[in-house]
Nanobody, 123 residues
């Protein structure tokens, strides 16, 4: 059974860089497609970006200048970095897996999800 687990700090100061890691077990990140998705309070799910089985990356255009996704295949992990954060970046952040490249926040598009981690941006 594939399992995903997000980890990282729950509180980040404005203007700093948010860094989260998704650790995958039960499956390799060298297969399938791996996304970061977030849900701000009171809003819907927002796809942020993805890394493919081959290491290619895709980003939501409005976040591209601040977002970087990378991976460590030896640890079976992939990482999100979001720079210059503001309180508007406060959200629950999820990592998820899909069988084809998806750039949506639709739950049904992803077969596996992490439990999510709350990140608050505040001084």
């Amino acid at each position: 059974q594939v399992q995903l687990q997000e980890s990282g700090p729950g509180l980040v100061k404005p203007s700093q860089t948010l860094s989260l890691t998704c650790t995958v077990s039960g499956g390799s990140i060298t297969t399938n497609y791996w996304s970061w998705i977030r849900q701000p309070p009171g809003k819907g799910l927002e796809w942020m970006g993805a890394i493919t089985y081959s290491g290619s990356t895709y980003y939501k255009p409005s976040l591209k200048s601040r977002t970087s996704i990378s991976r460590d295949t030896s640890k079976n992990q992939f990482t999100l970095q979001l720079s210059s954060v503001t309180p508007e970046d406060t959200a629950v952040y999820y990592c998820a897996r899909s069988n084809v490249l998806k750039m949506t926040g639709w739950v049904r598009d992803y077969g596996y999800w992490g439990q999510g981690t709350q990140v608050t941006v505040s001084s």
